[in-house]
């Protein structure tokens, strides 16, 4: 079975600190795409960042980057410099790169971001 | 924005009902996904499109069927609805090329109540 788990269902950070969520996920095939998006309150899913499974060097976008730990099966997102915007659900999920490109999400973290 | 819309934005059905929910893909992409976002639940793959053609199934029961049109556009249909599938419906595009796993770009989603 392809599963993603987010073990926080929620986190409060100040405005301008760095937060760190969680992900981990679990699947037998070796070739894989991982993504966090975000879906404000009332708002469209949006994708923060996306990493290669093949590659050992981790993604970075600006204030967003991740660590990710293959043989671990880890896969956080932290982001630097927090703003309000921030504030949203987070998912994790990931693709396998045969077949139909299906994403396996987790089940989010609420993330707000306090002034 | 993605580029991504879907109609209606909300919409209340009675149990044993069927329903049409309706997707534009952005310009040019060849691919449809499908999800079903249970409250507080991350999103749920249903099916995918490819030119047209159903290209892979999640563990959703035949009554959850669809259909891709040649102008970018895409239905999600439910028969016979249940209490339980009072959900988001999220409809996301993606350009196939042959290349591995290309991005997945949500709309905002159909909120259904079944009463």
């Known amino acids: 079975a392809q599963t993603v788990t987010q073990s926080q269902p929620e986190m409060s950070v100040q405005e301008a600190e760095t937060v760190t969520l969680s992900c981990t996920y679990d699947?037998?095939?070796?070739?894989?795409?991982l993504f966090w998006y975000k879906q404000p309150p009332s708002r469209q899913m949006i994708l923060v960042i996306r990493q290669e499974a093949y590659k050992q060097q981790n993604a970075t976008e600006n204030r967003f980057s991740v660590n990710f730990q293959k043989a671990a099966k880890s896969f956080s997102l932290k982001i630097s410099d927090s703003q309000l915007g921030d504030t949203a659900m987070y998912f994790c999920?990931?693709?396998?790169?045969?077949?139909?490109?299906?994403?396996?999400f987790g089940q989010g973290t609420r993330l707000t971001i306090n002034p | 924005e993605t580029g991504v819309t879907q109609s209606p934005t909300h919409l209340i059905k009675t149990r044993g009902q069927q329903v049409t929910l309706r997707c534009s893909s952005q310009?040019?992409?060849?691919?449809v996904s499908w999800y079903q976002q249970a409250l507080g639940q991350g999103p749920q793959f249903i099916f995918q499109y490819y030119r047209e053609e159903e290209n892979g199934r999640g563990n959703f029961p035949p009554r959850f069927s669809g259909l891709q049109f040649p102008n970018y556009s895409s239905e999600l249909n439910v028969n016979a609805m249940e209490l339980d599938d009072s959900a988001l419906y999220l409809c996301?595009?993606?350009?196939?090329?042959?290349?591995?796993?290309?991005?997945?770009?949500f709309g905002p989603g159909t909120r259904l109540t079944v009463l």
């Open positions: 310009s040019g992409h060849n691919t």
């Open positions: 999920a990931f693709i396998l790169i045969q077949g139909a490109q299906k994403l396996v």
């Open positions: 996301a595009s993606s350009l196939v090329s042959g290349l591995p796993t290309d991005t997945q770009y």
């Open positions: 699947t037998s095939e070796n070739n894989y795409y």
